[in-house]
């Protein structure tokens, strides 16, 4: 993950992707599933908080473990 102070608040779907190490298709793949981190919507695009995705991540880790 990037140094957090240097992400922004809201990412568009790429950005987000970039900032948890996966993929932008994974991301629309578990969005539609309805298992991928919350989102909004601004226009027509996805934008995820920083601090979901950051949550998101770490229960996906407590499970694995």
């Given amino acids: 993950?990037?140094?957090i102070s240097t992400v922004p608040e809201y990412l568009r779907r790429a950005a987000a992707a970039r900032f948890i190490s996966m993929s932008p298709a994974y991301l629309r793949k578990?969005?539609?599933l309805g298992q991928g981190p919350p989102f909004s919507k601004l226009g027509?695009?996805?934008?995820y908080?920083?601090?979901d995705l950051i949550d998101w991540v770490a229960a996906r880790i407590?499970?694995?473990q």
Avoid: F
């Fill in 1 to 3: 993950m990037e140094a």
């Fill in 30 to 32: 578990v969005a539609k």
């Fill in 44 to 47: 027509k695009s996805p934008v």
């Fill in 49 to 51: 908080r920083r601090s």
């Fill in 62 to 64: 407590e499970k694995a």
